[in-house]
């Protein structure tokens, strides 16, 4: 294991804390949430000052979460308007960066405040009224995050569905957050290959009537010119609407707890819940939240590249960034197309200071050797930012050494969508590094470790993520359904909200996130969170990415079967195979040796790229019959090679 990374002299030169200012600062949010938020709540701009801060219960039965509750904004105002009243209008919100490396554009917040004004008037004159449910589906392009704020801006509630997914998945999102109305656009552009956008909307659309819910209007943006069906009595171009609508929009005043969107969780655990924002508390998080950890500076080009579907891009390139006045990236593409240079190339061309990206792509990209990251010169970075999955220490190390040349702070922040923002992450200019710890929680946060039987576990120990208070980020229920909001978060751990993750706190008060709970194993006894075998698995040079999953073992009670996706070059034969589980004993210990290793070029993941260790399972287990939602896959054909070729038959 790496030894601790001090913080760097220069890292601490002007940041926004210090390590002082956040050991006072988190007790104080600790010993004085109500203070602490008040005075934090009064970083954006209210149209009505609230008076009340927190008013929140997580008792059984009553679970009930309000922040600034008697205070009137607007997001959108919040994320344009203000910036523009200040004199900088003219300073960049948004980067474009094209699928294609030829096609990039700057866009101001001035303009940005625009088309969102001339979007929330052609919503408007379609009949979104306060409170109704729009479902956004497009590419990331700039009119995505118009068509986000133009919601925020009239107060309707967006809810993103990922370009990604199937008429069936959006269906079923449009049904359940009983929408009638919906944004898209004729195709997308990703890896050089044309996304048919519109096409799924109109199956989408069919199968949501037979669901019950009627779309009664569809926005359409031309992005690539693409033949598409249009249904004139329905599906209105934006181009067409844009230029007939006003550019200016009163922003609706709206109540701090009135909802802001609805997103959908990734769906690695099982049928994806309907997860519910609001607009005050949510807004104050995200915002102070992507100040501090990414440490942001004015004039800064910040890039996250996740894709807006997912709550890491409402939160941190759509809403924590614009609420700063921040510069935020936006990109179209995928990080191997032209090739595997593409995102350092990006860099470059943009003089990137912050990135932010996921585990997945790290590992893809260690995959491809080191040769893509130094064509690149990288000079602007300052500091690289992960999350999503446990980050492995091998991938964190590359990160830090190949990518960021040991300059960059590298920061892994814990958070779900539910949270509404990061929970425990390093801060730049004051926070030591361990390669593969989130390290400490952000402000107001108190995490807890709970066994099984819900004991508060105290000092180094491993067990159960709970947070024990609210934040004001928080989720506040599931769409429609507050009792499996109880159900799925506050049963398990009476008065705590359970996260359905473990961790691990080391002896300096460091916290190591282990996995989701269903991943631990217990071999002969022995429990180990999945994510230790498989940070030891990629620490050998001939492997790229490896998941573990426990299967019915008859001496052992479980036992240990590893999928493993090997080094471009690499080949899968049976002495690497007992190289490979020679290794994993010299690591952990002869307890953890890999039962069934299986080969395998691909594995399966969300559409945000996580693996579903689920269906992994399922094969384990010579159950392939039985595996579940499988709706949120990113690539089918990958689950049928891992059939074929599993290990364990009976
Ligand atoms: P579902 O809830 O539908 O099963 P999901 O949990 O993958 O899907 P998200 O809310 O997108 O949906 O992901 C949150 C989860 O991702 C966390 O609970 C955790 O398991 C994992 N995660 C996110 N960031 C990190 C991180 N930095 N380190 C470790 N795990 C992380
Ligand atoms: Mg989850």
Not at 294 to 310: H, I, L, N, Q
Not at 320 to 343: C, I, K, Q, S, W
Request: contains cysteine.
């Amino acid at each position: 294991m790496a030894d601790t990374i001090a913080v760097k002299r220069e890292w601490a030169d002007g940041a926004t804390l210090s390590d002082a200012d956040y050991r006072a600062g988190y007790e104080r949010s600790l010993a004085d949430p109500e203070g602490f938020w008040r005075e934090h709540g009064g970083r954006i701009d209210w149209i009505r000052p609230f008076t009340r801060v927190k008013n929140t219960s997580f008792a059984p039965g009553d679970v009930s979460i309000r922040w600034f509750e008697d205070g009137v904004l607007n997001a959108s105002a919040n994320c344009l308007d203000r910036h523009v009243a200040a004199g900088r209008g003219e300073d960049t919100a948004i980067i474009f960066e094209g699928d294609d490396p030829a096609e990039s554009r700057r866009i101001s917040y001035a303009e940005a405040l625009e088309e969102t004004c001339r979007m929330a008037n052609v919503l408007r004159a379609d009949g979104v009224k306060k409170g109704d449910r729009v479902t956004i589906y497009l590419p990331m392009i700039p009119e995505a995050a118009y068509a986000m704020l133009a919601c925020a801006r009239i107060g309707a509630v967006h809810s993103v569905v990922f370009g990604g997914f199937s008429p069936d998945s959006l269906a079923g999102r449009i049904v359940d957050a009983q929408s009638g109305f919906v944004v898209t656009a004729d195709e997308g552009v990703r890896g050089g290959r044309k996304v048919p956008l519109k096409s799924n909307v109109d199956k989408a659309i069919a199968i949501a009537a037979k669901g019950g819910q009627d779309v009664s209007r569809v926005l359409l943006v031309k992005r690539t010119g693409g033949e598409v069906a249009v249904d004139p009595a329905r599906d209105v171009w934006w181009h067409e609407a844009r230029d007939k609508a006003a550019a200016t929009c009163d922003p609706e005043p709206m109540g701090a707890e009135d909802p802001l969107f609805i997103l959908y969780t990734s769906g690695s655990t099982g049928k994806p819940k309907g997860v519910l924002h609001t607009t005050g508390g949510y807004l104050v998080y995200a915002s102070l939240t992507h100040a501090h950890v990414f440490d942001y500076r004015p004039g800064e080009v910040y890039w996250c590249t996740a894709d807006v579907g997912w709550v890491t891009g409402h939160s941190y390139i759509v809403y924590g960034p614009l609420a700063n006045g921040a510069t935020t990236l936006m990109f179209e593409g995928v990080p191997t197309y032209p090739d595997a240079g593409r995102l350092w190339q990006v860099v470059d061309k943009h003089e990137v200071n912050i990135f932010y990206t996921a585990p997945t792509a790290i590992r893809a990209l260690m995959g491809q050797g080191d040769e893509p990251v130094k064509r690149a010169s990288r000079r602007s970075l300052r500091i690289l930012g992960t999350v999503g999955e446990p980050i492995n220490p091998e991938a964190w190390l590359w990160y830090w050494r190949v990518v960021g040349e040991e300059r960059c702070p590298v920061v892994d922040t814990w958070w779900q969508t539910e949270t509404g923002g990061i929970l425990i992450a390093p801060l730049p200019g004051a926070t030591a590094l361990k390669p593969g710890s989130a390290t400490r929680p952000f402000f107001g946060v108190r995490p807890e470790l709970v066994d099984a039987e819900g004991q508060v576990l105290d000092r180094a120990a491993e067990g159960n993520l709970c947070i024990a208070d609210s934040w004001p980020g928080q989720m506040r229920t599931v769409y429609g359904d507050h009792e499996r909001f109880e159900q799925t978060y506050f049963s398990t751990y009476k008065g705590k909200y359970f996260t359905g993750d473990g961790a691990r706190r080391d002896a300096d008060g460091y916290w190591w996130i282990t996995g989701r709970v269903d991943d631990v194993i217990n071999v002969s006894g022995h429990r180990m969170g999945t994510a230790e075998v498989e940070s030891a698995l990629v620490s050998h040079k001939a492997v790229s990415e490896a998941a573990v999953v426990g299967y019915p073992h008859d001496v052992k009670g479980q036992g240990i079967y590893c999928y493993v996706t090997l080094m471009q070059g690499e080949e899968g034969s049976e002495e690497l195979r007992k190289e490979l589980v020679g290794h994993v004993r010299a690591e952990i210990g002869p307890f953890a040796a890999p039962d069934k290793i299986q080969f395998a070029p691909g594995l399966p993941k969300t559409r945000s790229g996580k693996i579903m260790r689920r269906i992994l399972r399922k094969i384990a287990e010579d159950e392939p019959g039985a595996l579940g939602d499988t709706s949120t896959l990113a690539d089918p054909a990958v689950v049928d090679d891992l059939v074929s070729n599993r290990q364990n038959r009976r």
